[in-house]
C-alpha cells in the first residue's frame, strides 16, 4: 500500500507538472526533433544486453542530460519521461504502475537538471561555466534518481533507508562518481553536436553509449553477485563459530580465542584462567519438562551468566548444558575464584521459563594458564577433571589439583570397570544393514559396540562411549572394535561374503597417532582388501580441525580406508573445510531423515544434503529409514543408500549372517568389490 502511494505520488505530480506546462503554452513541441530523442533514448534502452539483472539501470543518462540541457525544464522531462525505457515493459514483467514511476523518477531528475543548467549558464557560455553547470546539474539529478530508487526498495523491502543507499554504492562508489561525472561531459558534447551539426548527430552517439551499458550492466551484476557472495560467507562464517540455540560462540570459536589468548599471555607472560560449567540436573529437567523447555532455559542462562564477565571475557556454549569461560589477561588466580562465585551467585536466582520457576545450579572447573599447563587441550582437560571433581563435590567450583587427575572417583569407578569388561569380554558390536536405494542390495553394514553389563544388561554406546572418551580406555576400546570387526569381516569372507564394515571412531582417536599403523596392521592381520573398512567420524570433528587430526585423518585414508561424516548436518561444517578432507561418504543425520515425513523443512534439508553430496561426488547414507513411505521418498532423492529399522536394528553377528541369507541370497554366493578405493578427494 505505502509502496503504491508513493509510486503514485511520484508519477502524478510530474505529469500534472507537464501537462500543465503544454496546456499553459509554456512548453511546445517543436516538430519532429522531440520525437528523435525519444527515439534515441528509447533504444539506448532497450538494445539488447546479454545479462539480465534486477535492479537494472540505464545509460540513456546522457541523452537525457543532453535533452535538459537544450530545452527547458517541462519539454525536457516530457521527452525522458516518454524515451526512457525498460526491456521488461516488453516482456510485460513489470507493472504498469512500476515502470509508469520509473518512467516518472527519471522526469523528475531531467526537471531539476533542466532548472539548474538554464539557471547557471546557456550552451553559449563560457567552457568552465558550462562544464560547472553541468556538473551540478548532473550531481544534483542523480540525488533524486538514486533518492527515489532507495524509497521504493525502502517500502519494498521495508529496509531502512540509509542501509538501502550504502548498499547501492558499497564497494564501488569512486568508480561510479568519476564515469558519472564522464557520461555527464559527454553530455555536452552530444547537446553541441546537436546544435551545429543537426538532429541526426544524435545517432552517432548511441552506438557508443549501447556498449557501454553492456560493460556496465556485466560488472553491475558481477558487483551484486560479489556482494551476496559476501553476506553469505559471513552469514556461514558467523554460524560456523557460534551456537545456534544461544547464540553464544561455540565450541571452536572457543578453542581459536583460548589458543589466540595462549598466544599472547606468552609473549606478555601474562596469565589466563579457563572455566567450564556444566549445569546439575539438566537432564532430569530435560526429561521431564522437555526438550524444548531445556532449550528455553539454556538460552535463558547464556546470557544471564554473561553478566558477571569483564570485556574481553567470553563465554561459550560448547555443547549440551555445557558453558567454557575464558579469562584472558588474568592477573592473578583469585580474581578467577572471584568471577566463579559470581557465577555461583547468579544462578542463585531462580530462573523463569515460560512461567515456572526454577532453581538450577551448576559446577565449575578452572585450569589456570600456565601454572597447570601451558597448552590449550591439557588445560580444557583439567578444567574438566575440574568440572567434575566440583560435581562430585556436590556443586560449586574448584581449581585443577593434581590429584583430581589420579584420585576422581567417577573416573576410579569407570576404570575399575571398563578395563576388566575389555578382558573379560563384555563389549560385543553389533551389526546393522546398509542397503543401496537403487535396487535393494544390501551394501555394507555398521558395527555398532554393546556392552553386555553382568548386572546392568546390555549397556548402549551412548551411556559409556563419551565417558571412556575422556580417559585412556578409548584406545582400548578402539582397538577392540577395529580388532573385533576385521575378525569377523574375515569369518564372513570365508563363508564367501565380502560386505564392507563400518566402524565409528571418536574424534578423539584422531589425536593417537598410531591409529593408521594400527589399523593398517590388522587389515593386514586378516587379509582385508583396505576398501572393505569404512571408518565413520561424526561430523563435529570437522569443526575440531587441529592439523594433528586431519593428519592421521590423510594417513589413514592413504592406507586405502574410506571415510565416511557421521550425523552430517548437526554440526556446521563449512564447505570449503570439507573440500580438502579425503572423505567418501556422508550420513546423513536420523534425526533429519526420521521427520522427513512429517516436516517439510527436514525433508527439504535431507534433499539438499542429497544434492550437496552428489554435486560433491561423495556417496549419501540416509540413517534412521524407519519406514516404506520415507525409503521411498529417499529413492526419489536419489540418495544412495538407507540403514534403520526399517530393515533391521543393529543385530549380533550370527543373527545378521541369518537375516541376510533371507534378505539376500545372492550375496552369499557373489562377493561384490564395493566401487571406491584408494584415495579420492572432493572437488
Ligand atoms: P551412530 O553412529 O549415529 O549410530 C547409529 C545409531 O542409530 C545406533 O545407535 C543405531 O541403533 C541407531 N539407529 C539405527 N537405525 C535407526 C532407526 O531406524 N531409528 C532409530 N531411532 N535409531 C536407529 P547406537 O547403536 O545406540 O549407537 C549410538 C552411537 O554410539 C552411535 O551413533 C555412535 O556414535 C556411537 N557408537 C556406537 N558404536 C561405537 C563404537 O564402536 N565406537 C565409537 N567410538 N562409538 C560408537
Ligand atoms: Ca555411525
Ligand atoms: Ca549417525
Redesign the pocket.
Known amino acids: 500500500m505505502a509502496l503504491h502511494l508513493f509510486e503514485a505520488g511520484v508519477y502524478l505530480p510530474i505529469l500534472c507538472f507537464i501537462v500543465a506546462a503544454f496546456v499553459n503554452r509554456q512548453a511546445e513541441f517543436r516538430d519532429w526533433e522531440l520525437l528523435l530523442w525519444i527515439g534515441a533514448i528509447a533504444m539506448v534502452d532497450l538494445l539488447p544486453v546479454p545479462t539480465e539483472v534486477e535492479e537494472s539501470f540505464s545509460l540513456s543518462f546522457p541523452l537525457e542530460l543532453a535533452v535538459a540541457i537544450l530545452y527547458a525544464a517541462p519539454v525536457a522531462s516530457a521527452v525522458a519521461l516518454l524515451g526512457s525505457s525498460d526491456t521488461r515493459e516488453l516482456h510485460g514483467t513489470v507493472p504498469f504502475t512500476r515502470a509508469l514511476f520509473n518512467r516518472a523518477q527519471v522526469g523528475v531528475a531531467v526537471v531539476v537538471e533542466s532548472f539548474l543548467f538554464h539557471r547557471a549558464a546557456t550552451l553559449s557560455s563560457r567552457w568552465y561555466l558550462l562544464a560547472f553547470a553541468v556538473l551540478v546539474a548532473a550531481i544534483a539529478g542523480y540525488a533524486v534518481n538514486m533518492l527515489l530508487v532507495a524509497l521504493h526498495v525502502h517500502f519494498k523491502l521495508d529496509q531502512p533507508l540509509k542501509s538501502v543507499i550504502r548498499q547501492m554504492h558499497s564497494g564501488v562508489f569512486g568508480e561510479f562518481v568519476l564515469s558519472y561525472m564522464g557520461l555527464a561531459l559527454f553530455s555536452v558534447l552530444v547537446a553541441f553536436s546537436f546544435k551545429t551539426l543537426g538532429p541526426w548527430a544524435i545517432f552517432v552517439f548511441m552506438a557508443p553509449l549501447a556498449f557501454a551499458r553492456q560493460m556496465f550492466q556485466r560488472t553491475h551484476s558481477l558487483q551484486v553477485a560479489t556482494q551476496e557472495l559476501a553476506v553469505k560467507q559471513a552469514e556461514n562464517e558467523y554460524q560456523a563459530l557460534h551456537d545456534s540455540l544461544t547464540g553464544l560462540p561455540n565450541r571452536v570459536l572457543f578453542q581459536q580465542k583460548l589458543a589466540e589468548a595462549i598466544e599472547n599471555a606468552s609473549v606478555v607472560d601474562g596469565g589466563i584462567a579457563v572455566m567450564l560449567m556444566d549445569l546439575d540436573h539438566f537432564k532430569e529437567i530435560n526429561d521431564t519438562l522437555g526438550h524444548h523447555f531445556g532449550d528455553m532455559l539454556l538460552t535463558e542462562i547464556g546470557p544471564r551468566l554473561a553478566t558477571v564477565l569483564r570485556p574481553g571475557d567470553m563465554m561459550a556454549r560448547l555443547g549440551g548444558d555445557e558453558f567454557g569461560i575464558l579469562l584472558p589477561d588474568l592477573l592473578e588466580e583469585s580474581v578467577a575464584v572471584r568471577i566463579a562465585e559470581r557465577l555461583m551467585e547468579e544462578l542463585e536466582h531462580p530462573i523463569t521459563v515460560e512461567g515456572l520457576a526454577l532453581d538450577v545450579s551448576g559446577s565449575v572447573g578452572i585450569a589456570i594458564y600456565p601454572e597447570h599447563s601451558h597448552n590449550a587441550e591439557t588445560l580444557l582437560r583439567r578444567a574438566d577433571v575440574s568440572m567434575y571433581a566440583a560435581k562430585e563435590a556436590g556443586g560449586g567450583f574448584e581449581v585443577y589439583k593434581r590429584d583430581f587427575d589420579r584420585d576422581s572417583p567417577a573416573r576410579l569407578a569407570l576404570i575399575s570397570h571398563v578395563r576388566p569388561a575389555l578382558e573379560h569380554g563384555e563389549f560385543v558390536?553389533?551389526y546393522?544393514p546398509k542397503v543401496r536405494l537403487s535396487d535393494g542390495k544390501v551394501a555394507g553394514a555398521?558395527?555398532?559396540?554393546?556392552w553386555q553389563h553382568p548386572e546392568l544388561g546390555l549397556v548402549?554406546?551412548?551411556e559409556f562411549?563419551p565417558l571412556?572418551?575422556k580417559t585412556v580406555l578409548?584406545r582400548p576400546?578402539?582397538a577392540?572394535?577395529l580388532e573385533e570387526?576385521m575378525r569377523q569381516w574375515r569369518e564372513w569372507a570365508d563363508r564367501g561374503v565380502r560386505l564392507q564394515v563400518a566402524?565409528?571412531?571418536?574424534v578423539r582417536?584422531l589425536l593417537d597417532g598410531q591409529l593408521p599403523d594400527q589399523i593398517a596392521e590388522i587389515l593386514n592381520r586378516y587379509d582385508v582388501p583396505p576398501a572393505f573398512l569404512k571408518v565413520?567420524l561424526?561430523e563435529s570433528f570437522l569443526m575440531a580441525d587441529s592439523g594433528r587430526s586431519t593428519g592421521v585423518l590423510d594417513a589413514i585414508s592413504d592406507v586405502g580406508v574410506n571415510l565416511s561424516i557421521?550425523?552430517f548436518g548437526t554440526g556446521y561444517s563449512s564447505l570449503s573445510h570439507l573440500k580438502r578432507l579425503p572423505i567418501q561418504e556422508i550420513?546423513i543425520?536420523?534425526s533429519f531423515?526420521?521427520n522427513m515425513l512429517n516436516d517439510a523443512n527436514d525433508a527439504m534439508i535431507v534433499r539438499a544434503t542429497v544434492e550437496l553430496g552428489k554435486n560433491l561426488g561423495l556417496q549419501v547414507v540416509a540413517?534412521?529409514?524407519?519406514d516404506r513411505e520415507t525409503w521411498d521418498l529417499l529413492a526419489s532423492y536419489g540418495c544412495d543408500e538407507a540403514?534403520?529399522?526399517?530393515f533391521s536394528?543393529?543385530i549380533p553377528a550370527d543373527e545378521f549372517w541369518r537375516w541376510l541369507s533371507v534378505r539376500d541370497p545372492n550375496a552369499m554366493h557373489q562377493p561384490s568389490p564395493p566401487d571406491s578405493s584408494g584415495r579420492l578427494r572432493v572437488v
Open positions: 558390536l553389533y546393522q555398521e558395527a555398532l559396540i554393546r548402549p554406546p551412548d562411549i571412556v572418551e578409548l576400546l578402539t577392540f572394535v570387526s566402524v565409528n571412531i571418536s582417536s565413520e561424526t557421521d550425523d550420513k543425520d536420523r531423515v526420521m540413517e534412521g529409514v524407519e540403514q534403520g529399522y526399517f536394528r543393529p
